[in-house]
């Protein structure tokens, strides 16, 4: 079972810095492409950032500059460090992985962390 923890979420305001952490538990964090998505209600999730396997990095325009995704493959955990923050950063922060078992490829979620950014 995979499982993905995110932690790190919380009030800060603007300006200010947030670091996000996902924890993965299972044997499929090294292989798997990482990713974090966000969405405020009535909106569509959006992709926010991603971190391949190999370290390749992508960044949503919205954030460049701003964000920074990284990974520790022996802890198992993929991060998400937030600068300059923006109250139209505000929203749910949801860590995914995706990764391949035979000829599947599989999404998995976590729960989601609240991200609020006061102006």
């Known amino acids: 079972q995979v499982q993905l923890v995110e932690s790190g979420g919380g009030l800060v305001q603007a300006g200010g810095s947030l670091k996000l952490s996902c924890a993965v538990s299972g044997s499929i964090f090294r292989g798997s492409a990482m990713g974090w998505h966000r969405q405020v209600p009535g909106k569509q999730r959006e992709l926010v950032a991603t971190?391949?396997?190999?370290?390749?990095?992508n960044y949503a325009d919205s954030v460049k500059g701003r964000f920074t995704i990284s990974r520790d493959n022996a802890k198992n955990t993929v991060y998400l460090q937030m600068n300059s923050l923006k109250p139209e950063d505000t929203a749910v922060y949801y860590c995914?992985?995706?990764?391949?078992?035979?000829?599947?490829?599989?999404?998995?979620w976590g729960q989601g962390t609240q991200v609020t950014v006061s102006s």
């Open positions: 995914n992985a995706r990764y391949r078992r035979g000829n599947y490829e599989y999404d998995s």
């Open positions: 971190i391949t396997s190999d370290g390749f990095t």
